[in-house]
């Protein structure tokens, strides 16, 4: 026990004071830094973080004001407001439900700013200024857990920055060491950083390995002028919306279908906007409503009437899996709004349960989920999902539909002669109804061309008819309307769905960048056992999400691919030829400028290099050229004669006094092996130089 407490004693006893400045300003930077990405998080609100980053200054500065003095009373007052934090963020624990991620977030982000600022009125040693920036490290890993942007990247970097700066300074300060070199710095930061990219490109795909209570958020929007009534026109979360029409094209969310009918008449161009990201366990259609009823140019819906759920989140639906036959895989999706869109909560078939910021929420007898708020940038809601992913042989093996039902989904505005002889002579070989639907797709994806750019619908025209025995040219409202009238001619229940197809994949942040440009129509067909199950002629929506370094790579690949090599490699051509002859010439004019003497002086220490004999700092010519032997000490004194003594050699001379000296070599007495041949006259240093210049 004794020897315990003297452990326990050497552990708390003082230490020396750290005198130096740069470690205490670099390790205050990491923590202000730490806070700095808090707020931007929305963990911390502005005003506080202000605050805590005066006190931090503050602090920092009065802990080195009194370093060398042991202030009892600042000591119990830290220990004080530290142990008072601790207990405010139990306290706050005991009123969160159990995997409430979000409840535990913010208030740790608040415990660990609180004992960073107290902290920062006693860091006198060295010790204490690296817990500081050990402080910071974990108030960046609670802030970077909620981060959906490569906006935090700068913070992250900054935070690095600053921490290297620290343990460089810690390293000086260490019992009066210098700084290392900054070559062997920049090197541990090359080697730290290819391990980190090593690791990042061999990382597998993120799985969701338990389930949590999500981040929701309502963004700026506020309460729907209406029960269950499509919003989100035009760019404003709660202006209600109107359909698109071929006077004024796109409508909610930059899309046609989001407004509780679908004109496939209209003509609308979607842009880059991006409009959310998407975190899910697995990629897949992102549904917002389907439509059961089609007059030959709009689908619209008959199943008008809404469920509403209170109680707040976690909102269950009701039976989102009541028709699956076998388990079904858990999908976890986060949307993240970036842009104002309709007020459809979006979902993966099968949802279960939601998250969703709000009192209440509107289920449709489809299973469409309407918010009862606009939603704007910055709302955030979850869905967890029971995807029902048959296989093609389960699918084939389905029993035929329940047409009786379902007769909704077989209605047709006209018998469509045309086009049930078609889908029969496509279908001709398919004996079930997986078979059927797959020889349509494929028979679509042969014949018909994927083009936004489409002449108006006239008035009074099938779109169907138009398309399957026109140009057979259109885009996702053109191709799945044929599709869903062709399955209906052949007695297979089909709707419409619409909302969004998974956007490229950021590896970093893991997340789907879903742009405007993705929302989609495609088709689902009734399979007795497993209910709606969709299907797409145009888009291919991936069967996992991908590895962030097999992605990186790609992208990676792709962007190498699109550089100019050519004339890039012709720019680096010509600036490496211009280099050359820029260093050439330097050369020839050094030479030209120095006269016989010196030249041979040139010569002599080239020799002497070569053969692993350099000239040393304060040996005079003479003394080099009798190390180096044989007829080196003549060269020797014909440049001192020329020096010093008014000689003058011919050019013949000096060629022939040279030859002779480079093919005898150099002695090896010299402790060097002889080297004969011509050597190059490169422009070297002189250690003492030639004044006279007559020779």
Known sequence: MTG????????????????????????????????????????????????????????????YRYRRRSLGWVKVAVAVAASLAMVWFVHRLAGI?????????????????????????????????????????????VAGSQAVDMRFGSYTLGWALCGLWALVELGASADGASRPAPRRTVGAVAGVSMAAITLFLVLPAPRAALRLDFRYSPGPGGTVPGTGTRAGDTGSPLELSHPGSTENGTRVGGYLGFAGSLDTAARGRLGRTLVMQVRAAVPTFWIGETFD???????????????????????????GTSELSGPAQPDLQTFYVADATADLVFHADGARQVWFPASKLFVGQDGSVVSPIGIGKGAIYTVESAVNLPSPAQLRAAGPPPTGSLGTYLQLPKPYDSVRQLARSVTTGASTEYDTVQALISWIGAHTRYSLDIPPLPR????VD???????????????????????SLGIPAREAVGYVPGPYNPITDLYQVRAEDAHAWVQAYFAGYGWVSFDPTAVVPDANPSPGATAL?????????????????????????????????????RRLLDPAQRAAQRME????????????????????????????????????????????????????????????????????GRRGRLPGLVVSYHRPVRDRRC
Not at 111 to 118: D, E, G, H, R, S
Not at 295 to 319: E, H, K, V
């Open 4 to 63: 315990f407490l003297e452990a326990v004693r050497r552990a708390n006893a003082p230490k020396p004071p750290e005198h130096s400045v740069r470690l205490r300003v670099a390790s205050a930077a990491t923590v202000v830094v730490a806070v700095g990405a808090a707020a931007a998080e929305s963990e911390l609100s502005g005003p506080t973080a202000v605050l805590a980053v005066a006190l931090i200054v503050t602090g920092m500065a009065f802990s």
């Open 606 to 673: 080239i020799a002497g290099r070569r053969a692993g004999r350099p000239r040393g700092p304060s040996e005079t010519i003479l003394e080099f050229a009798a190390a180096l032997g044989h007829d080196w000490p003549a060269v020797a004194g014909a440049i001192q004669a020329c020096a010093y003594g008014g000689a003058h050699l011919s050019r013949d001379e000096w060629t022939a006094l040279l030859g002779a000296a480079e093919r005898a070599g150099v002695d090896q007495r010299a402790g060097v092996t």
């Open 554 to 590: 790609h992208l990676a690949g792709r962007w190498l691919a699109s550089l100019p090599w050519v004339p890039l490699g012709a720019a680096a051509a010509a600036a490496g030829g211009v280099a050359l002859l820029v260093r050439v010439g330097r050369g020839r004019r050094v």
């Open 460 to 463: 009074g025209t099938d779109a």
């Open 97 to 141: 439900a159990p995997g409430d991620m979000t409840g535990v977030e913010n208030p740790l982000t608040v415990m660990l700013t609180a004992v960073l600022v107290v902290h920062s009125f006693h860091v006198p040693a060295r010790r204490d200024l690296l817990f500081a920036v050990a402080g910071s490290a974990a108030l960046m890993a």
């Open 293 to 319: 009823r089609w007059d030959g140019q709009t689908w619209s819906s008959t199943l008008t009437s809404t469920l509403a759920l209170s109680g707040g989140s976690p909102f269950s639906i009701p039976g």
């Open 466 to 488: 138009a398309f399957l025995f026109g140009d057979r040219t259109g885009y996702c409202e053109q191709i799945s309307t044929a599709l869903a009238v062709m399955l209906r």
